[in-house]
């Protein structure tokens, strides 16, 4: 309870201004607090001017990284188009050959086709050698068996 009056008390001090300790007259009082008044406007002016040009210094350090990405994005969509011309190259190269391949293998099957047209030909003409010389050599035999 005594801390509770001597708390009451208290504030009603601090409210009433007990504690009030002044220098000097009421006029000279405001003017001191004009004077700190302005005193710390001037300085929140100046830091202000600090920040604005800390800030654009930002702004500016801000556009040239966004100009630099912007060239990094310029040199990739380059490399991109760059890359994209020499698939489009190694795919026409690749055709190419593929052309040439099928061209290759369709002469391939020529050859061999022609080889084994050859080697029926040559076996046909080795079947018909033979059995024309074996009806000539059995018409001798008969012929000089007959005899």
């Given amino acids: ?14 409210l009433t201004g007990a504690f009030d300790v002044t220098y000097g007259s009421s006029d000279q009082r405001l003017k001191v607090t004009n004077e700190m008044i302005y005193q710390k406007l001037v300085e929140i002016e100046r830091r202000v001017g ?5 800030q654009a210094i930002f702004e500016e350090r801000f556009k040239q990284i966004d100009k630099r990405f912007e060239d990094m994005n310029k040199r990739f969509e380059e490399l991109r188009e760059d890359m994209n011309k020499r ?22 099957n020529r050859i061999v086709i022609g080889l084994f047209g050859l080697v029926a030909a040559f076996g046909a003409l080795l079947i018909w050698d033979r059995r024309s010389t074996i009806k000539s050599a059995s018409q ?7 005899a």
């Fill in 1 to 14: 309870m005594r801390k509770v009056i001597w708390l009451m008390i208290m504030v009603v001090l601090i």
């Fill in 140 to 146: 001798e035999i008969e012929k000089w068996g007959s």
């Fill in 50 to 54: 600090e920040i604005e040009k800390r």
């Fill in 87 to 108: 698939f489009e190259d190694m795919n026409k190269r690749f055709e190419d050959m593929n052309k040439r391949l099928d061209s290759m293998v369709s002469l391939m």
